[in-house]
């Protein structure tokens, strides 16, 4: 289990497929579970992209701090910026410059986080059913609170002030992601194919206003029922294929 280590946290990962070196872009997986987000996750979902791409591409994946393998403290000023210096971290201790992500569900918020951050690192994107606000605040609190009342025990070091900065942080600004402002989405000239959610922790109007905000984006509408799997899978292998051509 290779992890790698920052001050205060400690990330497991993997990696899989060929080297940087053999050719395309490599692809950083963030995997769905809300606050769970593990590598183990992906076994749930329509189809694995561990398993799909790594015969092409060098797929980095990850478990989120506090998720699968990865642990890290907890404060009060924790938030998606969090997240990503994380993400970004574990990519330059692997010495990988410019990458494509490929995230399901929370992984669409963390996505746009990366793009409002470092745009300049990355190819492409692919969000599969963005989590995103509409007409369900209440359920993302929920679902943070049932995360946090069973890792309560981890972080001594964590007070009740802590535990309400960081949900808030989380889940009561930005704007449809949370993560980023609806504004920040009109900068978002990288490409990036949005597969549509359609239930209430991913709802169908978030997708659709994602790509009507952001510039770069493509809508793809039916992939995740089983006459749509191996479609949906031909538009993501078709969309990488264009973007992350060897350079």
Known sequence: MPTFERPGVTIHYE????SQEEGRCPILLIAPGGMRSAIDFWDQAPWNPI???????RVVAMDQRNAGGSRADLHSSHGWSTYTTDQLALLDHLDIGEFAVLGMCIGGSYTASLLATAPQRIRA??????????????RFHEMFDQWAEA??????????????????????????????PDTALARFTTPWLV????DRFHPEPVSRRLVELAPGATLVEKW?????????????DAFLAEHLAES
């Open 51 to 57: 398993e799909h791409l790594s015969d092409r591409y």
């Open 15 to 18: 990696e899989h497929g060929p």
């Open 125 to 138: 994107a692919v969000t599969l059913q963005p989590i995103g606000r509409h007409e369900n605040q209440e």
């Open 195 to 198: 597969l549509m959610g359609g």
């Open 224 to 236: 995740k029922e089983p006459d749509h799997v191996e479609a949906g899978k031909e538009a993501v």
């Open 151 to 180: 890792q309560r025990d981890d972080h001594p070091e964590a007070t009740e002030q802590d535990w309400a900065g960081f949900r808030a942080n989380m889940y009561d600004g930005g704007g449809i992601l949370f993560s980023v």
